[in-house]
């Protein structure tokens, strides 16, 4: 048998990737599951990014390769989305990096910038790839501590504490996932003084900004950011488009250089018409965030009802496409409890824990499911 690469040693199978296994299995045993565990959006783009796409395909070059750096309209795009929306001035010739979907800037960032044994600061609980990621390029994950007392953001008098002589990334992601916490301007300004100080590159996953949430908020607001800091986004929350894998990288011209000198081995760039689509989805007007957004408020009503329902205390400042909950005092362990409710009355929520020890004793509910079937999880009950 052929034997794997030794970075395979360091790294698991992504959770849901396991977990919706098993939730296919009971599925097909005829168990009604309603899944409130996966953040993938269940609502449709618009019309107009829909003709957007099947226009293109007649247009002449729809179906060739394409720039590595995407159409210089979609570029276009994204720059005058971030200065309509954040009110942050980007070039789009140098500034701004298309990708497929913000999940793989993870990786193209973490291999042009990080050396086996680099370390790089990581939330807990923050996102799971930054993790994998990391362990991936032969890098150290340093765990930095968010807790519910300090409204899921870091401490800077810890983080001092730490030995940063060898950290080289700082992840963060605001609006926050799992939790849904804000942050904050003045908590932007900190970090980006914060990595200044230390020489840390500072990148802020931000895909969550239009979801329930009344203030969008960049990092690239901060002034000087963009001397240490990027930030990726997504079309995939905000427009629907999880499937077509559009996302963007953000900053610094010479370190989206450095980007697109991994990502341009790795691909040989986005489908013409996801391209188009998505140019069409980044000139949407206010209206489109608000008819969401009355959607998400009625799903997110009936979730936190559940919520109460499961005796779980609800995290009611936060914002985005999911419902963070503390558990009832006395659980001993949250994948205990989710796996209970998932056989017992056959709804998949997601235990706090994948996201990092300080994600025990809390469940993360997705909004991503009709009313009626939350409803439906209601009644279970």
């Known amino acids: 048998m052929i034997t794997t690469a030794k970075r395979l040693d360091v790294v698991e199978e992504y959770y849901f990737s396991s977990k919706l296994r098993e939730v296919r299995q009971l599925q097909s045993e005829g168990k009604p599951i309603i899944n409130m565990g996966i953040g993938s959006p269940d609502l449709n783009p618009s019309k107009a990014v829909i003709e957007a796409i099947v226009s293109a395909m007649q247009d002449e070059n729809a179906h060739q ?51 086996e044994g680099d370390h790089v600061l990581i939330p807990n609980p923050g996102y799971p790839t930054y993790t994998s990621v990391t362990n991936l390029v032969g890098a150290v994950p340093v765990y930095y501590d968010l807790k519910e007392n300090t409204n899921w ?71 000087g950011a963009k001397d240490v800091a990027l930030e990726l986004n997504s079309l995939s929350k905000t427009f629907n488009m999880a499937g077509w894998r559009v996302g963007m990288v953000l900053g610094n011209a010479a370190v989206i250089d450095a980007v697109l000198k991994v990502k341009s081995n790795m691909d040989s760039g986005m489908f013409y018409g996801i391209q188009k689509g998505a140019i069409a989805a980044l000139n949407c007007d206010e209206s489109w965030f608000e008819e969401q957004n009355v959607i998400y408020r009625r799903r997110r009503e009936l979730t936190d009802k559940l919520a109460e329902k499961l005796g779980c205390k609800v995290y009611a400042e936060g914002v985005g496409l999911f419902v963070w909950a503390k558990l009832p ?22 235990p706090g824990t994948i996201f990092g020890s300080n994600g025990e004793g809390y469940i993360r509910f997705s909004l991503c499911v009709k009313e009626e079937k939350i409803q439906e999880a209601i009644d279970r009950f």
């Open 65 to 115: 390769y394409q720039s590595y750096q995407g159409l210089p309209e979609l570029r276009k795009g994204m720059a005058d989305f971030y200065q309509n929306n954040y009110g942050v001035a980007l070039n789009p010739a140098n500034e701004i990096l298309p990708l497929m979907g913000s999940k793989e800037g993870i990786m193209h960032i973490s291999l042009a910038f990080l050396n």
């Open 153 to 223: 953001e870091p401490n800077f008098e810890a983080l001092e504490k730490l030995d940063l002589s060898k950290v080289k990334i700082m992840w963060l992601g605001y609006p926050h996932m799992p939790t849904g916490a804000r942050g904050s301007l003045e908590l932007f300004e900190k970090l980006v003084a914060f990595a200044k100080k230390h020489n840390i590159l500072l990148i802020n996953d931000n895909p969550y900004s239009f979801v329930l949430n009344d203030k969008p908020m960049s990092l690239l607001q901060v002034e």
């Open 329 to 350: 005092e006395g659980i001993a362990s949250a994948e205990d409890f989710i796996n209970q409710i998932l056989y017992e009355k056959h709804i998949f929520i997601t």
